[in-house]
Structures are given as C-alpha cells and as structure tokens.
C-alpha cells in the first residue's frame, strides 16, 4: 500500500504550517493515531527524498513542525528511527551556514534524545560542529583503548610463551636422562632451548650418553642438537 507521505502532500504542509506557527500541536491529518504512524514511520528513503525536492526555509519548518507535533501528548516521537534525523542530515549538507540556529532550537525542543544527531551519545552537543568533536574525540579515546588493551595482550601473550618456554627448557634434561624421545620431541616442539636445558652448558648428547641412552643420543644428533 502506498504511504501517505508519498501519495499526498497534505501532511507535509501541515507540518510545515505547524512549524511555522510555532506552537505544540497535531496537523487534522495526522489526528487518527495508526493513519499518523503508517504516515510518519515510512523509512528513510521517502524523506531523504522529500528533503532533496525542499528548500531551506521548507525544510527547517518541516523539521520544526515533525518536532512540535512530537511534543503532542501521547505521540511518539520515533526515535532513532524519527524523520527528524534524516531531515536533519539533508540539512546540515545542503545548509551548513543555517545549521547552528537550527541545532540549538532542534535541543532546545526536543523530546527524543536521539534528534537530532540519530545517537543519543552525542555529549550535550548544541551544534553539529560540537557534535564532530565530541564524535572525533569519542573515537580517538576507543582507539587509544582499544591499541592499550592491544599491546597489553601481546605483552601477557609474551611472557606466556617466555614461561611455556622456561619450563620446557626446565624438562628437557630429565627427558633426556630418563631417554624419553616423545617427551623430548614435545618440550622442544614446546620451544624448549636445548643450548641452556643444562646450567653449565653441557652437551645433552654427553649427558644421554653418560646415562646409557644411546637411542636418545642418536635422536639429538639427527636433529642437530650437540
């Protein structure tokens, strides 16, 4: 079914009447409830639309006129999903000149905390140009966090490893001695470091040998190990 925004302009002007009054009010279009729903939450590529084909004194009353009927008792204002926000938008690209005055009244005015940046984290902001900071430093912040709790899990990763290492580093000689060739393939695959697994810097070979573990003394050779 068509919506009514598109098919009639009636609402529109009324709208714009309303913001041009300057007054709380509901346009008789939109007096019946579900007919001003089906009216007003149609999406936001019919009032991307609308925006473009209005001019700057047209779009600014709409806009006004979408917040003063919002205001009504008992009308929702929409949301994130309000027409405002997208209207808005249209508004600071096309006039960024009238945006300050219009910011403030929108703030000033409003009952829905997401107008009309379309996030309701916006710090307080009066103007879009406030807004941009608070944004660009909001960002700046999650990016320094997130790069801290970046390089503090490379650091805890690190000393993980160092640790892992350690103690395969700490087995290796007992595996040897005891001749256990799975365990010593693992401690090393473990990154055991086989130059310091003994505390004079002895050969692991000799070691294997001294203990009768000829098989093992033969492993370590073939893997280069002294």
Not at 54 to 63: N, T
């Amino acid at each position: 079914m068509e919506n009514l925004l598109v098919r009639s302009s009636v609402i529109v002007e009324e709208l714009i009447d309303l913001g041009r009054n300057d007054v709380v009010g509901i346009p008789p279009s939109l007096y019946n409830e579900a007919i001003a729903w089906k009216s007003l939450m149609v999406g936001k590529q019919p009032w991307i639309s609308l925006a473009e084909s209005l001019s700057e004194q047209r779009l600014r009353l709409l806009i006004k006129g979408l917040m003063l009927y919002g205001q009504a008792p008992g009308r929702y204002t929409g949301g994130s999903a309000s027409p405002v926000i997208d209207l808005y938008k249209n508004f600071v690209s096309r006039f960024p000149k009238s945006e300050p005055e219009l910011t403030r009244w929108i703030v000033a005015n409003r009952r829905d905390d997401y107008v009309p940046f379309g996030t309701i984290v916006h710090g307080n902001a009066q103007t879009y140009a406030e807004f941009s900071r608070f944004r660009h430093l909001r960002n700046k912040k999650r990016e320094l966090s997130e790069a801290r709790q970046e390089a503090k899990t490379k650091r805890l990763r690190a000393i993980r490893k160092f640790e892992k290492t350690k103690l395969a580093t700490q087995r290796l000689a007992a595996a040897v001695r005891r001749g256990d060739v799975c365990a010593v393939e693992a401690l090393l695959g473990k990154g055991a470091d086989w130059r310091k697994a003994l505390p004079d810097g002895g050969s692991l070979v000799d070691l294997a040998e001294k203990n009768g573990r000829t098989a093992m003394a033969g492993f370590l050779q073939a893997r280069g190990i002294g």
